[in-house]
């Protein structure tokens, strides 16, 4: 679980996102080795995954994007597993439950690139059927500040505030 100050950090670090310590501890309002201890104990716990950079698909040259569900031959979740991870236009893949077995999100150079990726995965012999909608806007946009603010609220920082 992450707290207050957790989460005051991660947001500093979204609105600034090139902010070293000693301006993120100014923003925060906590010390330098506090910044540096919580941040370091986040990465390790794997709350923080990196540090990369956001890209618009559309504007690197992958306007078309869609959502791909996949029913699978029982028994060949590795086989796909491999097939998905072999194929650049696989942004990720999920496992999931209901009717589809996978559900994919898949980015295009056109209509016509996201149909030759959709050929190639229900080409495939581990994939008994497959189901796509294709994006038309994003509406909310990927974001995990508001989760983490709300499983935060009402704990108290476990670090004393900068003096």
Known sequence: MVDPLDVALIEAMHLHPRVG???????????????????????????????????????????VQAFVTLQIVQGSIDAVTEELESLPSVLEAFITSGEADIVCRIAATSHEDLKDTLLHISGSGSVARTSSVIVLSELVPMRVLPVLRKGAAGSPPRAPAFR
Do not use: F, M, N
Request: proline share 5%.
């Open 21 to 63: 310590d000693l301006e993120l501890s100014r923003i925060v309002g906590v010390a330098r080795a506090t910044v540096q201890a919580r941040l370091r104990k986040l990465q390790e716990s794997g709350v923080i995954t990196g540090y990369a950079p956001d890209i618009d698909l559309a504007a690197a040259g992958h306007p």
